[in-house]
């Protein structure tokens, strides 16, 4: 076997796994039933199913112009996915649609306006 082969074979492991994580992520969205379980799956197999994804094709395309932008996809994917989970936190647990019995520790309770505010 030459290490092309190897290589090959790492690329497709990597592109089934993060497919199938990213898949498993999207079921997680559809069938979860509150919004905090909904962010989780959006946002950690997601990701990971991601970056699986470009580590797939990176060791597919091996070009450097290909490698940079998979590098910047995969930064982008990082700095934006917690992000945009931690504001929709937010704005679910502002709006009411969080049951906070389900919360473990509620640090934003001392922050809630009180009535008439």
Known sequence: MTAGTVVDWLAAV?????ALLSLAAGIGVLRFPDVLDRMHAATKP?????????VG??????????LGM????GVFQLATAPVAAQMIGRAAYRSGRVDRSLLDVDELAAHQPRSGE
């Open 14 to 18: 990597a592109l089934v796994a993060g």
């Open 46 to 54: 997601q990701v990971l199913g991601v970056l699986l994804l470009l």
């Open 57 to 66: 094709l990176a060791l597919r395309l091996r070009s450097p112009a290909d």
């Open 70 to 73: 998979i590098a910047l996809v």
